[in-house]
């Protein structure tokens, strides 16, 4: 008995001072106990916001990789408050964010250059073939008095699903008023990229073709059900640092329709 209206008390305690001193006060929803009972109490709580996003399943695996979409979710707002990209660091495309979700954004791109290369399967192999055709491409074009950085970010996977096998192609992002050539190599495109808006999911981990595949089901699972019209056919992985690196920002992009 003794400890029930000890239990009983500590809840009447709490209630008059601020309601909830297990939680700080302007960090938590504010609320007011109306009744309390041995077993649970009784509370008033004023009107909240919340962001939420689908968990998969009760395992460990699928409630942190939802915590991690909301983690990353409040760092996106903070950077759009920022300069909209504080996670690329050097010289990467710009953007303005249009739109926030749970598990994507809404970004508007200005028109951009990049140079481009076929990749010739998704083997972690092809993948660092095409990433030297472009550095050695980069190293010739600034030999020549060209100035193609080999600093830029995101480098950017552009996957295309087809009837037949899936087509890759790697590409590296050019700053704007950078001095390149007219001619291009046979192996090398110089592309140009409209304004265009395009749908955003960040995940982390180290970059490959398995993660970002799963990232664009997500992503493509996500706007259905936002009612976004996108490209059912092409999606592109951008990774912003070297895959040896100790953290990784990465992105999924799909273009809007």
């Not at 059900?225 to 999924?252: L, Q, R």
Request: net charge negative; glycine share 6%; with cysteine.
């Amino acid at each position: 008995m003794a400890q029930v209206v000890f239990a009983l008390l500590a809840l009447f305690l709490v209630s008059l001072c601020t309601g909830q001193d297990f939680c700080p006060k302007e960090k938590c929803p504010q609320y007011k106990v109306v009744e309390t009972h041995q077993d649970f109490e009784v509370r008033l709580y004023g009107a909240t916001n919340w962001i939420t996003t689908k968990l998969d399943s009760t395992g460990a695996r699928d409630y942190l990789a939802a915590n991690s979409r909301l983690k990353n979710y409040v760092k996106r707002q903070a950077e759009a408050v920022c300069t909209g990209q504080d996670f690329c660091v050097g010289k990467c495309p710009h953007y303005k964010v249009l739109e926030a979700y749970p598990d994507f954004e809404v970004r508007l791109y200005d028109a951009s250059t990049w140079i481009t290369t076929k990749v010739d399967s998704s083997q972690a192999s092809d993948v660092l073939a095409a990433n030297s055709q472009l550095k050695d491409y980069a190293k010739k074009q600034t030999e020549a008095g060209f100035e193609i950085p080999t600093d830029s970010w995101p480098a950017l996977i552009k996957v295309k699903d087809g009837k037949g096998d899936p087509e890759f192609s790697l590409s590296w992002f050019v700053p704007p008023a950078t001095k390149t050539p007219e001619d291009s190599d046979p192996l090398v495109q110089l592309e140009s990229k409209p304004e265009a808006t395009v749908y955003v999911r960040v995940f982390g981990g180290a970059p490959s073709i398995q993660s970002g595949q799963e990232n664009a089901t997500k992503l493509r699972e996500a706007l259905i059900t936002a009612g976004k019209n996108f490209d059912h056919d092409i999606y592109n992985g951008a990774a912003y640092e070297s895959y040896f690196s100790s953290t990784h920002h990465n992105e999924i992009w799909i273009y809007a329709a």
